[in-house]
């Protein structure tokens, strides 16, 4: 069995955070001795379900210093070679942009075989010059640069042609965990109201300003139907004083962290993603996994991968903004029988992206053998 190395940056969210935590489940699960880096320079906790075999490493208690001073990156990357260095293992693996980076230096010279991740589509998320300039260096190194969409292949093989790429789509997980946070959909919307259902991080790239301006044309002709949004981030004032303007503030609910998904896909009947890009989307996997119409953006990158239009969601023109999301909206709303059938259809989501068939395109890249039969 092989010992794996793990980055990231923390483990407090983020869908790269429970891709990280689903893999490191699954090879600790089949015999693998893994640990899992946390290189945020802050400790923090972890927000998901670590199993026994997991060892979870806070790379702020190796420093001894949570400062975010250019000396501390120096001697965080110190200490990242180091543990690399005593522990030896078969495979370092990294997710996240500048934390390859960091890892790929961190490792010049060990002779370890190192696999990265890039967990979003790089031409619209700049990560700076110097940054930039770093990857294109760096990536070449690694045994193989993973990518989440075809057309993130793509881009790397046009943009740094020296690299080895692969394509591998993150696994769903169903059914999901609970983890900490958990908020209760009774306590936000009413019993009897019908819920469309947006998950992400408060920013700008998941768009849901756009997603509160399309529920605002379907809310008056459908006053039984209510909106949520789980998550947290830099937003939140300017959503909720769009909620206001929008005279909304008795039907949209932003609910923040929640750790029991489950119950809120549970509970929800149409799945809405506003993104204007994305890499890889978690929420929207386990949403259709628990049978949830989705109707989504055809947003770069990810969920014209995912969603075939008409089948198993709805897919909506970015550039058709809050009015394509509204007509989409209000054609689920207005038709159970279809919602029906996309969300049956939408299942199937659990066997194309189970995590036996992910982790399988995993072994092969970081070269570990599979486990044995019995070991299943």
């Not at 946070?181 to 991080?201: C, D, F, M, W």
């Not at 939140?236 to 923040?256: F, K, P, S, Y």
């Not at 969300?343 to 995993?362: H, M």
């Amino acid at each position: 069995m092989a010992e794996i190395v793990l980055f990231v940056s923390s483990m407090e969210g983020g869908g790269a955070e429970r891709v990280a935590a689903i893999l490191a489940n699954h090879w600790a699960a089949n015999g693998h001795a893994v640990s899992l880096v946390a290189t945020y320079s802050g400790r923090g906790t972890s927000n998901h379900d670590l199993k026994a075999g997991v060892e979870l490493i806070f790379l702020a208690d190796l420093v001894g210093s949570r400062q975010r001073s250019l000396l501390n990156r120096v001697i965080r990357l110190k200490a990242m070679r180091d543990l690399i260095s005593q522990s030896q293992p078969d495979v370092v693996v990294s997710f996240l942009n500048t934390v390859n980076i960091a890892v790929l230096l961190a490792t010049w010279g060990l002779g370890i075989r190192v696999v990265v991740s890039e967990r979003i589509y790089p031409p619209l998320h700049p990560i700076g010059s110097i940054a930039a300039w770093l990857r294109a260096r760096l990536y070449p190194t690694a045994a193989t640069v993973v990518m989440q969409t075809k057309k993130g292949e793509q881009w790397l093989a046009r943009c740094i042609p020296k690299c080895t790429g692969a394509v591998i789509y993150n696994p769903v997980q169903h059914p999901l965990p609970d983890s900490r946070a958990a908020a209760v959909p009774t306590s936000s919307v009413p019993h009897r109201a019908h819920l469309i259902l947006g998950v992400g991080r408060l920013t700008a790239q998941k768009g849901f300003d756009q997603l509160l301006n399309a529920f605002a044309e379907a809310a008056p002709l459908y006053s039984d139907w209510h909106l949520a949004i789980l998550g947290e981030g830099e937003e939140r004032h300017a959503l909720q004083a769009t909620i206001t303007e929008l005279n909304l503030g008795d039907r949209v609910h932003l609910v923040g962290q929640a750790g029991n998904l489950a119950d809120w896909y549970e509970r929800a009947e149409i799945f809405a993603m506003s993104s204007r890009y994305e890499g890889f989307p978690n929420a929207l996997l386990e949403a259709m996994s628990y049978g949830l119409a989705a109707v989504s953006t055809a947003c770069e990158t990810g969920p014209d991968e995912i969603i075939e239009h008409g089948v198993n969601g709805l897919l909506v023109p970015v550039e058709r903004g809050s009015q394509g999301l509204s007509q989409a909206l209000m054609t689920l709303i207005a038709d159970p029988q279809l919602r029906q059938k996309l969300g049956d259809t939408a299942t199937q989501v659990i066997q194309r992206f189970a995590i036996e068939k992910i982790s399988l395109q995993w072994d092969q890249v970081l070269g570990i053998n599979p486990p044995a039969e019995g070991m299943r």
